[in-house]
């Protein structure tokens, strides 16, 4: 391995073990407190047409979809996340819904991330529609089954994100021959984030952000050794 996949907290951190929420301000800064280079975060769309930080359609039995921003306030908005940290983390923007396009554009525009980011989807229509407004965008397909992996040839998508159970080494190759990039998730075992770090993926995503910091750093001291010792 050349070199370490990037490594991303999933929705910041998960798990009771953190004390915080996921996709909140706490949960992000815990991911880059462990050390990790960034994090994974859900965009849903408000009834007024605001970006706010959330993974299910509802949050404290409130339909996002149907109400406005003003009455969310427990939820991060989309601007201010990207405010916060366009300067510290790469982000990993997951659009969750349709209709985004126009909050997400404003808001890369106020507030250009400057270590790197992707916006990532499950829907094609969602990455179809953000690169008929900009093509420079850097977008990701989500894929969780083979069948949506097969439709990724036809996307424009700089990034696959592909759920760790259907990663083999010829997936791996097969992406990068594409000239794309293959991230993993969600990898919460030690094992499997040393042996998909030796595939060459090129970013891993786990909810354990201090284990995956921890794994794969300590993984980088091993490999240099043996280096060392065969050279």
């Known amino acids: 391995m050349d070199s370490l996949p990037l490594l991303l907290g999933h929705r910041g951190v998960r798990g009771l073990r953190?004390?915080?929420?996921e996709n909140t301000v706490a949960a992000f800064e815990l991911a880059l407190e462990h050390g990790c280079d960034g994090f994974e975060f859900d965009v849903r769309l408000t009834a007024d047409g605001c970006g706010v930080v959330c993974h299910n359609p509802r949050s404290g039995g409130i339909n996002i979809a149907k109400t406005a921003v003003a009455r969310l306030k427990r939820l991060p908005q989309l601007k201010d996340v990207l405010a916060r940290y366009a300067d510290r983390a790469f982000l990993d923007i997951e659009l969750?819904?349709?209709?985004?396009?126009?909050?997400?554009?404003s808001a890369l525009s106020e507030h250009p991330p400057r270590r790197g980011y992707v916006v990532s989807s499950f829907l094609p229509q969602v990455l179809l529609d953000l690169k008929a407004q900009d093509e420079a965008i850097p977008l990701g397909i989500i894929c969780e089954t083979r069948y949506e992996?097969?439709?990724?040839?036809?996307?424009?998508?700089?990034?696959?994100f592909v759920k760790e159970s259907l990663i083999k080494p010829e997936l791996v190759q097969k992406v990068h021959d594409k000239g794309r990039r293959l991230l993993a998730w969600t990898v919460n075992n030690k094992?499997?984030?040393?042996?998909?770090?030796?595939?060459?993926?090129?970013?891993?995503i786990s909810d354990k952000a201090d284990l995956l910091v921890q794994t794969l750093g300590q993984f980088g001291k091993i490999e240099s050794m043996n280096r060392t010792e065969t050279a």
């Open 149 to 160: 992996l097969a439709r990724c040839p036809d996307l424009p998508a700089e990034y696959v």
């Open 191 to 204: 094992r499997s984030m040393v042996r998909l770090a030796e595939m060459g993926v090129d970013g891993i």
């Open 18 to 21: 953190y004390h915080v929420r």
């Open 96 to 105: 969750k819904v349709p209709g985004l396009e126009t909050c997400l554009l």
